[in-house]
């Protein structure tokens, strides 16, 4: 098939080169030139289109457009587009859209008679070699007519072990992409998807953060009240070797997961991360995860605490942190400890 | 009655101060002579002591001695005390014990004839004019001994309007003091005391943080993908005045409270609460109450979360952090954003 | 003044009757003619309005109409009512709407010339005896129109003692109430109190039940994989007397306040509390708080716990805790433990 | 090389046949005959004991005994084994043992000459098949020493992917195992692999409730103040085929891993997973790893969060959440809602 792509950054770029491989075709477009110049020299879309008005020119119909902008640019991108469809084209929202943003435009396009998908896409830069799971919301004619171009980006079958006593159930998850259900589904899957991978990498930040200090006994407390002093020194005298436990977890052990593959990879190359910062950015999907729940009177204990900690990395709770200083020096009279 | 006081400290010396005005007797000790001199000074204490064995010599038997000095600090004080005392005098522990030090040691002292309380103490800096709460754990006779000691330091029946339907129940709970129960009941409460403290403290922290944030949607933010767009902006146009809120608070709302109170002062002194960090302590009681509820199995979300939140305030998950950014370096190419 | 009352429940009777009591007067309106007759018959108001046009005609214009309605019926009421109204009327939504709605609304009743402003208001049953706090939202010229009313229903000044060093400062928070800021801002405010209410009932909530378990090692735990072993059975030996304990910290402690006063009350009269199931409600404010911390980045790790523990005491996790059991299950061929 | 496996429960019974699979001999102790005598009959050990005298007797110095058992046994079980050992004999403890434990049964042993190795074991009853991952403590002679039965059990290099650079680099982890540290190290790591394994959990079991919930919106819900309305019924519409999400996140999502292999094996057979009723247990290392936390001063929001909800899961948090419904119906007069 053909199909046009609008947004050929990293993603979008690697999205392109994989329905290539598989033999689709794939027309660029970029605001910048230079980028679109770019991608066709490294074979990443088969042409490029100087405009949106150009790469609508360049498909036949019934054309599909993909769209891979970020979140915000959306509405913007669809303005400019939708005057220069025709019924039946079909348009994919594949980036990180607001499921509820998924509903009001598919609303808005279906009086123009233009198909919506919505297709929520992880694998990160990945995905060119492992293949994107994604997750797919829209009309079923719609998503039936799309299946090659799913399929050619899906990682296919053989990149898991078969979960045993499936047998010959079949249907596309096994593929790594699925119909999840009507317009928005599948960013609200994609969605719950990354509020789930916030607090999965939580888990790990809090655990590999409780064994880098597990030496904390071999320093010296002060005595004061101001300092609650750690009872048993002689039980945190470990110098555990992150990056190698990193790597033994890989194999075996409960906790096994790509995520930790990546961290392995990680602290094997940097093993104090002094790269990093920590200032830890959220990106929506997190976000809207909570407000599902909390619209469900669904308990996220979990799921919260990973994007509320998140917020605290970049220093967003100070103004609290100091109304509870306040309060201890005003009943206590107690004066905050200088940083170490 | 007689007492022999150990830390004459801002705390200690306000206890000593207010059992003297009931008509209590109070020998103060300190390591530093120019503190015990200045207590005499200022009217705290009623004489003063040298040295541990002068103040020993300068209590009638039966003695009562009053320990009042850092939780690190009580084994290396009882371990010079002890050998001076007689069989049935008796130590209190008024600090911030760990209640299991305070059986451990109850236990110690009882194979030498000495009676041991425990007796945990709110009221901070405040206590001399509001009076001490206090939760006190040991033998009934001991404690019942000690009565006239407890209830020159509680705040009094009058400080608080009855409870509705009370009567005539009577028991000193209602004078602000209470036999809580066997060694270690005392510093037990006031443990879990501290740690709904902690979680009060939080609730108002981030209460009035949200309040505080409340003008965001008055600042642009850029589109990238890396940024959570703010959905409607125009819902975050207040600039709400923040010491007037505390202000408001006390009077009518559910949420008035004593802390409110001090917050309310705080406020009012300093509205952007300039002086503070916002990197906040904590002194132990609250890391028990949260091992309390672990050994137990109650589920403790709200004072735990309390609890971690000082931590992150002084920027103690640093580590973790950077974990979660190298994760989404390696799985995204996502690089962390600048400091604003 | 002279104000109409749409909603003449336990909440708007007593405001009603407040009002009264300061010399104002208040036509009541409700669905049932029974419930305005009472309300008559009590003295809650001081006229009754067979319907919202006989409401209407029974007002001198410049109108005051305060609607004390639940928040889902807000509109239904406002769809009837505006017709009825003059330029210049005043709606007062003194219930618990989202102030987004506040905002909303003021747009919409602004292009037929009548004015809206969101007031908060906290009390509860109480209000009638200890006066209303409200959180005031609208414009300068409506509010200050206003004022009189809001000063009759408000604490006022004496029923707080003054905050040290505020001086002649002045500012009606000092009575009870605040005009927050425009559309909206009365009800943020409120929100918010409630998201702290939360937090802090869970605090306290979260520590008594600490206190109710401190007797936890006089059972017998059974060897098993499957269950945590007590470490140290003696240390939790503690049969607490939580009533007094409640009773115990109204004075002198640190944890004081107006909702420790009602829970002591509560105690007193049901020590175990066997009226009630442990199912909690949550009603809105709650979540929108956390909305908003989400939306501004504010971290809000005790009130978002807060919240979803309220759920979970409802049950509404019961998918996620079978998830949890299946993977054990899974993993370990661990089986569910019987209920106790 | 030969040892001697107390506790061929599951766990042991399954290590024990890897063991003989890679050419090592195992006699095996269970206190019941009939298991033993199975475990013969069943492959699971070369030779079976009737007593730990009998197992001593029937293993050649420098004996090797592997203890298999609750970990609230084991102390009970060291009691009877060591007078029977030889200087220089090495106990390993393989099962879920406090790593404070390990330092004080070390110290004991050590006075015995004996040597003591604690190996916490990842793999559940999948490690016959998978292999067992091994976080191992002791003194560096005799870890080394034990090296063959370590590298046996383990899942071995070939079970995972290379981390990519990680080239010749070499070491344990890359086979499934690794020596952490001294004594008490192994148990350490593992339990904070057991506090992740808590986190991920919960964040799988959170996000997918929250798919369970998606079409809440199909309820009507009644008007009434003492329930939040769901504010936009129409943007929760979804029947989400959980089952499949799961089998569709397996392949080229972030949250692979094989904890959700499981889950998509556990919803594959149960859709509703009526089998379970939702009480989940706990069993030691994810309360030790909220303590160690605590101790460190690091922020464990998640982990400690996923403890949480499963004390909540089991009912634990009942007094608690009468305590608030008992506060709601003093300010508010509000009453439970009945069960649905």
């Known amino acids: 098939m053909e199909i046009g792509m609008i947004g050929i950054g990293r993603m979008g770029a690697n999205m392109a080169k994989r329905l290539l491989r598989a033999g689709h075709k794939c027309v660029g477009y970029a605001r910048r030139q230079e980028t679109v110049q770019a991608r066709i020299q490294d074979g990443s879309i088969s042409d490029g289109a100087t405009s949106l008005q ?3 020119s360049k498909l036949q119909p019934r054309r599909i457009i993909w769209v891979m902008v970020p979140a915000a640019s959306v509405d913007a991108t669809l303005e400019t587009l939708v005057p220069l469809l025709d019924k039946g084209d079909i348009i994919v929202d594949g980036g990180n859209s607001y499921y509820r943003d998924d509903i009001r435009r598919a609303d808005m396009l279906e009086k123009h008679g233009i198909h919506y998908v919505d297709s929520g896409t992880s694998g990160g830069v990945w995905g060119l070699e492992r293949g994107y799971c994604q997750m797919i919301g829209g009309e079923d004619e719609t998503v039936a007519y799309l299946d090659p171009i799913f399929k050619a980006l899906a990682p296919g079958k053989e990149t898991a ?4 006593e499936r047998g010959q159930k079949g249907g596309t998850a096994e593929e790594g992409y699925l119909h999840c259900g009507p317009h928005g589904a599948g960013h609200f899957v994609k969605m719950v998807h990354n509020g789930i991978e916030y607090g999965i990498m939580a888990a790990y930040a809090e655990g590999f953060g ?44 409960v906790v096994g997961s790509w995520l930790l593959d990546l961290t392995a990879h990680a602290l094997l190359k940097d093993p104090n991360l002094s790269q990093f910062q920590g200032r830890v950015s959220d990106s929506g999907e997190g976000r809207w995860t909570i407000q599902a729940a909390i619209d469900e009177g669904m308990p996220a204990h979990v799921l919260s605490a990973a994007l509320f900690s998140r917020f605290s990395s970049r220093g967003e709770g100070e103004y609290g942190n100091k109304i509870l200083s306040a309060m201890r020096f005003e009943f206590g009279g107690h004066h905050e400890k200088e940083s170490k």
């Open 54 to 56: 150009d790469l609508v």
């Open 161 to 164: 072990p078969a979960t045993p």
């Open 210 to 253: 409780i064994l880098q200090k597990a030496n904390i006994g071999k320093n010296t407390h002060e005595i004061d009240a101001e300092t609650a002093p750690l009872q048993d020194p002689r039980f945190y005298q470990y110098d555990i070797d992150i990056p190698e436990v990193a790597e033994l977890w890989r194999r075996g052990s």
